[in-house]
């Protein structure tokens, strides 16, 4: 079956330094990969999302990579700011299909 | 500002009492999620509605079910909660003929059940 797998543990990082995320899929082939953000008791927000034809994509001070032959998504967000304080789900969506499979999330912990 | 609303945010219901849980949207997106996410787990898709046409995920219970009855609005009902059912309920809403497929969630419903 489709596994997503997202590091479950939380991943705490200094103030000004560049926390990076994974996402590693299995039994699948999206042909797009989405990052949100959650912040505790409250709905995922749409951060961005990369193309299985494009190997990275940026906005502002975050770069998300998408590697189809290791299978996996890497999130990057450079700077980092206790406001980026907040849990990062992966979903991996198929192509000709409306629906997403979510990773657990990684809880990131940024240290002023 | 369009967006994604939910009532309530929090609700409680007692053991086996149905409740139900509301949507609204003011996007106008075809495509319209339930999703329940429980502490430290991916959020689980429930259902979904491209425009009128129901699909329902295979593992989702019968207790669940779903009304869409307009484009703006859908509602979740739980017709005999248990204590397992206890969660976040999120709805989601897309549009499939733009490019991007993003999401916009809803704050969620907080449901307990005592």
């Known amino acids: 079956s489709q596994k997503i797998e997202q590091n479950s543990e939380a991943l705490n990082i200094q103030e000004g330094k560049t926390a990076t995320l994974t996402c590693n899929y299995t039994?699948?082939?999206?042909?797009?990969l989405q990052w949100y953000r959650q912040d505790p008791g409250r709905g995922p927000v749409f951060l961005l999302l990369i193309r299985e034809n494009e190997k990275e994509k940026r906005k502002e001070r975050l770069k998300v990579t998408f590697d189809t032959t290791l299978k996996q998504s890497l999130f990057h967000i450079t700077a980092s700011q206790p406001a980026d304080s907040a849990t990062y789900l992966c979903?991996?969506?198929?192509?000709?299909?409306?629906?997403?499979?979510f990773g657990t999330g990684t809880r990131l912990k940024v240290l002023a | 500002d369009a967006m994604v609303i939910q009532n309530p945010r929090y609700q409680v219901t007692q053991f086996g009492k149905p409740v139900t849980l509301s949507c609204s949207q003011t996007?106008?997106?075809?495509?319209m999620y339930w999703y329940q996410q429980k502490s430290s787990q991916a959020p689980k898709l429930l259902f979904h509605y491209y425009d009128k046409d129901f699909n329902n995920e295979a593992d989702t219970p019968d207790n669940f079910q779903s009304r869409r009855p307009n484009t703006s609005f859908c509602f979740l009902d739980i017709r005999s909660p248990g204590l397992g059912d206890a969660a976040m309920y999120l709805c989601?809403?897309?549009?499939?003929?733009?490019?991007?497929?993003?999401?916009?969630f809803g704050p969620g419903t907080r449901l307990t059940v005592t």
């Open positions: 989601a809403t897309s549009r499939i003929d733009s490019l991007s497929y993003e999401q916009y």
């Open positions: 979903a991996p969506q198929g192509s000709g299909t409306y629906k997403y499979i």
């Open positions: 039994n699948y082939s999206p042909a797009y």
């Open positions: 996007l106008n997106h075809n495509v």
